[in-house]
């Protein structure tokens, strides 16, 4: 009897406490902890409800954000679907951007709720928040730029791999031969040397498809050559959009950036650091310091910028500092300095509107209702001022910036062109022009041989107008366009061994078009729709991917929207290979 006593009077005097620390959004989270602990449900949730994190600075919403998903989740696991909403509303309600990845649970919700489609209201509103990140969206930047040059890469050497299947024995040929019946071993070791020559140099392999289109250009027709012309000149540009990239990438290393970026996070600086600060760096050190609860320090480096600086975020902060400080018509005076730079800020609107509030002038807050609208909205909703994180254009800004507070011209096109040089791109399309024009002159043999249309057997080239009529060797001419009665065993001989022949090499190329979509179009002479379908699919497949590996490694969880990009990388995946079957029926 006495020990439970004990427990009750321990209760009642840990409420007591609770209660003292209500108005406190982390009180309201430790009387949730408590009252979940003693299983309480509705006082969880009445105490969530209460719960209002206006006032608490970014680092601490954000980790705030987190406890309330962490609860979420745990009443995600216990199938207390309701609960578990209401926390994620909550996080999302405290910091929106920390808070992306809840929208995948209320997701799951849905389903397990039995709904069929995606709330694409949820998934917009997520892609806005992740956009908005400037981690999350220079994940997005970053892979767009390396998934369309590396998928266009992969598109060339797919398209030279089925033509070297087509033509590379009738090159080898004619180069080793040449017009001969004898084999040469000179002609043999000479083709290997201009084959194998970029491993002992250069170390890659990424050269090979260059080397094999300056090898097989004569055998090319027409739309084969209109098609490689088109994906090479693609690369480039592409090539060039991926320096753009890497002209971020390097930005994003660089030690001045780094140290935005520190102090964008919060890291404070002594004074003899900060003074060397430009002023909107200044500004953003100030900001960091009245988030650590250093408002002087703060008013001190704001004054460090000088009376002849101006800009929306001085001036709201001077106007927080102010309004702390009990100064309410000094404060009132510098949010309306922000707002006669920027008029459309909710933050200062909202800050704008507790302060004139404070200030207990209804006539004043009538007469400032006229110019700025807005804030009879804010009226019944801001309690407190409201401490939000800095916006995000400042790094943007500052990234293309390489860091310093104006672009540099010169320097982003030194950047940039020097990583379009530096990747090997432009050289291979040189090495290739430079082997299409010496083979030519000093191998005028390629390109005289073709294969037999019925048995592929090598032959010379004839003339256009043989070759519009047939292109047969001297076996299948007898056997297939002389009606010779005598040939008739010898024809049913020969075609079913072309059949077989047939058969197997469709086997192989339906085998490949599993794991390649489209790739039986090359030999359908529809080449040119293998490329913009194959692109199409792998730079979705790759956006996906990369993606995904991305976000999961960084935050832990993928975008729906990434999601969807993996369906539609599936269906992409059947359209295109039900396209190239379409009307094939060979090998059936």
């Not at 989270?29 to 608490?56: C, H, P, T």
């Not at 998934?147 to 299947?165: D, E, G, M, N, T």
Request: hydrophobic share 45%; glycine share 6%.
């Amino acid at each position: 009897m006495a020990k439970k006593a004990f427990w009750t009077l321990a209760g009642m005097v840990l409420l007591a406490s609770l209660s003292m620390a209500a108005a406190s959004p982390w009180g309201s989270l430790k009387k949730i902890y408590f009252y979940e602990a003693s299983g309480n449900l509705d006082e969880v949730r009445r105490n969530l409800e209460r719960l209002d994190a206006q006032a608490l600075p970014p680092e601490e919403k954000s980790g705030l954000t987190k406890k309330l998903a962490d609860l979420g989740d745990r009443y995600f696991n216990k199938k207390n679907d309701s609960l578990a909403e209401a926390f994620y509303q909550k996080s999302l309600q405290v910091s929106a951007p920390d808070a992306w990845p809840v929208y995948n649970q209320l997701e799951r919700i849905a389903r397990r709720r039995g709904g069929l489609l995606w709330n694409f209201t949820n998934v917009g509103r997520q892609l806005k928040l992740v956009a908005r990140g400037f981690s999350s969206s220079y994940i997005l930047l970053d892979g767009f730029f390396s998934v369309l040059l590396f998928s266009c890469l992969l598109l060339f050497f797919l398209v030279l791999l089925a033509l070297s299947i087509r033509y590379f024995k009738l090159a080898a040929h004619d180069f080793i031969l040449e017009a001969h019946s004898h084999f040469s071993i000179p002609k043999l070791l000479l083709l290997l040397l201009l084959l194998l020559w970029p491993l002992a140099i250069t170390g890659g392999w990424g050269f090979y498809p260059f080397l094999l289109c300056g090898f097989l250009w004569s055998y090319f027709n027409h739309d084969e050559r209109v098609n490689v012309k088109r994906i090479l000149a693609l690369l480039l540009v592409l090539t060039f959009i991926y320096s753009l990239g890497q002209f971020l990438e390097k930005s994003m290393r660089s030690p001045g950036f780094q140290s935005v970026r520190q102090v964008f996070s919060g890291h404070l600086f002594p004074e003899s650091t900060w003074n060397r600060f430009d002023n909107e760096m200044k500004v953003m050190q100030a900001y960091a310091y009245y988030h650590h609860n250093l408002p002087d320090a703060a008013l001190n480096i704001l004054l460090a910028t000088g009376s002849q600086y101006n800009s929306p975020l001085k001036h709201r902060l001077l106007g927080s500092i102010y309004f702390d400080k009990g100064n309410i018509p000094q404060s009132i005076q510098s949010f309306r300095q922000s707002l006669s730079i920027d008029d459309n800020d909710p933050a200062t609107l909202k800050n704008f509107t507790v302060a004139l509030l404070r200030n207990n002038d209804p006539d004043l807050f009538v007469f400032y209702s006229k110019s700025y609208p807005r804030i009879n909205e804010y009226k019944d909703k801001v309690t407190s001022l409201q401490k939000n994180r800095l916006p995000e254009a400042i790094l943007w800004r500052r990234l293309l910036n390489f860091s310093w507070k104006s672009f540099h011209p010169w320097h982003f096109l030194e950047v940039v062109l020097t990583s379009f040089v530096k990747f090997p791109v432009l050289l291979a399309i040189l090495i290739l022009i430079a082997y299409t024009v010496l083979l030519r002159k000093f191998f005028p043999a390629l390109g005289q041989s073709i294969f037999c249309s019925k048995c592929a057997k090598i032959i010379r080239r004839m003339s256009i107008e043989q070759a519009q009529s047939h292109a047969l060797c001297e076996d299948c001419y007898q056997l297939f366009l002389i009606k010779d009665p005598i040939f008739l065993e010898a024809k049913a001989l020969k075609e079913k061994e072309i059949g077989r022949q047939t058969r197997f090499k469709n086997t192989l190329i339906l085998a490949v078009t599993l794991v390649v979509p489209g790739f039986l179009l090359n030999f359908r002479e529809k080449g040119r729709s293998f490329a913009s379908l194959f692109l199409l699919f792998s730079t979705v497949f790759g956006l996906y991917a990369f993606n995904a590996l991305n976000f999961k490694g960084v935050f832990g969880a993928v975008p729906m929207f990434i999601n969807l990009l993996g369906i539609a990388a599936v269906v992409l995946y059947v359209a295109v290979n039900a396209y190239s079957l379409k009307g094939y029926s060979d090998g059936f």
